[in-house]
């Protein structure tokens, strides 16, 4: 059996597959393993050989601990220790297991040279049978991993996590994210439209330094763009630009003059797009557009706006206003942005931050540190008529919540749940020869606004 895990390993290694694999192959070897070296240290009956045997399994525990309790793209949203090693009250858990298996190291080489065999206390009658360091190990792991599970529960509600999703499964909702992704099937019909007749309501009357071609020719995210999504400490991405997200330039000017590539399917000659970086020197760059009409119902789920470029932390805010004629600033808001950048993505306000009674927004943006890697450029964007993806699909064929935005996090897997073809989860059935719609690419938020995709 060790000829056969050795063999097994030498030939993963030439494996070229995904290191989640991997993992999953070693789960059975590691079984295999532990169960050998239980039986194995049963017979061990030298005191110097068993502090030995305590030593390499805390040893294990260290670099067990010593990693991050991550998990598959949506998977981590909410998990503790998500982005970094587990620590309690200050104090590395991996810490503690280092100092035991240095200590334990130590004492069986005392024991060894001295001879002195120390008195241990007889736990055997005591402890159940199954009660052998690596199980006692392992079990601690498989508890923390089941505890900051369930702890994701509470730490996201009333948005996503799995946890979340196979509660509802075993109550009969076998949905998982499609009952939390909102997806647009026109990106255009969200552009909001401005008040009055300013010539160029994107910027106002207040512009400074924004054109509508100000934006870098290519837009392509680092791999470590994107923000710490759900406070885990991970930070880590390898974006794509999918959507349209990358840039590009058109063959002939948009509405407002811009050559600028949208994305999302936003349509130039509908969709008017500003920017802040300019050829050259850069200067310090301000705009206060004209006020936009909010729909007459009010914002219902998220109000969005297109952006790319890097800037910082309320450099781009929207200003809410109320009243019919003469509008009144009631409020403002910095919309959440979780990247990557300098990528375009949606900015976005979950409802309940838009002030109460608000009628109105407008965008200002300040760039007060220029440079060619800082400025912003936006469009006007408010999605009213996003659904759930459960009720755009169809409920009698498979289907998967594909969200493209996150795709590139997980080795392009985009964070997928996949329906069962007798689920119903909503949506009509289509005839046998139509494929089920799917939204336009990158379109896809969360209701409760805290991820959304690029």
Known sequence: MVAAIGVSLLVMAFNPTKWTHHFGAFATLGAMVAAIAVVGLTGIRRPQFRLLALAAVAGCATLAFESTNGWFYPGNFGIPWGGAAPTVAGIAVATVFGAATVVLLVAALVVHVTGWTPKLPDLSGRLPGFATPITLVATLIIAMIGATNAASIMVQRPAYSYGQ????????????MADEVLAERDANAGVLTPIGNAPDPLVGAENANFTPNGIAGSLTSSSRGAADLVRTGDADNTPSNTGGTGGGTLNA?????????????LDPARVPMVGSRQTGTQRSAKAVSSWYAL??????QLLTISVAGRFGAGDLRLEFGAGSGTITPNGAVTPI?????????????????????????????TITAPSENTWVAYTPRAPRSSRRCRSCWAATRPWSTGVPGSASR???????????????????????????PRPPPGRAVTRAGRWVGR
């Open 165 to 176: 999703q196979n509660l509802r499964s075993l109550t009969g909702n076998p949905c998982g």
């Open 253 to 265: 000017p948009g509405v407002n003059g811009s050559t600028a590539a949208l994305p999302f399917g």
């Open 295 to 300: 729909p007459v119902d009010g914002v219902r």
């Open 337 to 365: 942005d979780i990247g990557p950048a300098p990528a375009w993505r949606n900015l976005r306000v979950p409802a309940e931050q838009v002030p109460r009674g608000a009628t109105a927004v407008r965008v200002v943006a």
């Open 410 to 436: 997980a080795s392009g897997n985009g964070g997928r749940t996949a329906a069962s073809p007798s689920s119903h989860c909503g949506g009509s059935s289509p005839s046998a020869t139509s494929p089920p």
